[in-house]
């Protein structure tokens, strides 16, 4: 009976032991994901910085390449991007980040007093101030009929052309999008109907800018 016991201790002391491997085993499975996570956004924050790739899925898999890791490997979400960007423009942008970012608000500040009418909002990268040199100035317009929009861009003589929506954002929200080239940045109008805007997604870490919010922000930079 007592090597019976001492057989039982045993195996319960294996059966512990395996699982404690199991789990520890588990865990640095969870920290090489995390890692490999982490280097492909900050490769993919390079691609996007240095190469103005707009495309970040496309991004995503260059970099999973340039680092040699296998297909299977998960990739970072669009906000782990973000953040390698901003840690990008933090460590490598420098004086000409700043300046950049500060034509496209200007710029965009310009697009929005133009088009005024249509309560236009500054959204995306170059709202929050993770946009790079080669980013389109977002502009998010609402209109109970976009041809109006179309037609007044048309009669004032300015160009533009319909853009697909880029990024889960302009998918889900749906609307029209338009693309103008202006001559210090592309603008990207996403004209919202009234019920669009509303039903709109927000999180809180997203900066929608108002005309008066744009002057204020260039004011204080």
């Known amino acids: 009976m007592a090597r019976d016991r001492a057989a039982g201790d045993h195996r319960g002391t294996g059966s512990r032991r395996e699982l404690t491997d199991a789990r520890s085993a588990g865990r640095a499975d ?3 994901t ?4 982490i280097r492909v956004a900050q490769a993919a924050a390079r691609l996007i910085a240095e190469h103005g790739i707009s495309d970040w899925s496309l991004a995503k898999r260059k970099a999973a390449r340039q680092l040699m890791l296998p297909e299977s490997t998960a990739m970072p979400s669009n906000d782990d991007v973000v953040a390698a960007l901003t840690e990008h423009h933090a460590l490598f942008g420098g004086a000409a ?4 970012l500060r034509t496209q608000r200007e710029e965009g ?4 007093r133009k088009l005024a009418a249509w309560e236009p909002l ?29 037609i007044a861009l048309a009669n004032d003589g300015i160009a533009y052309t319909a853009a697909p929506p880029k990024g889960d954002a302009e998918r889900q929200s749906g609307g029209i999008q338009l693309r103008i080239e202006s001559p210090r940045a592309t603008i990207r109008l996403s004209i919202l109907a009234p019920q669009q805007r509303r039903n709109r997604p927000r999180r809180d870490d997203e900066p929608r ?10 004011r204080v930079e």
């Open 97 to 100: 980040h700043l300046a950049s």
């Open 122 to 150: 500054l959204v995306g990268g170059v709202a929050a101030g993770w946009a790079t040199a080669h980013s389109d100035v977002r502009l998010e317009l609402v209109a109970d009929d976009p041809k109006a929009i179309e």
């Open 209 to 218: 800018l108002s005309i008066d919010e744009v002057v204020e922000l260039i």
């Open 34 to 37: 995390l890692h490999d996570r």
């Open 30 to 32: 969870l920290r090489s």
């Open 109 to 112: 500040l310009a697009w929005m």
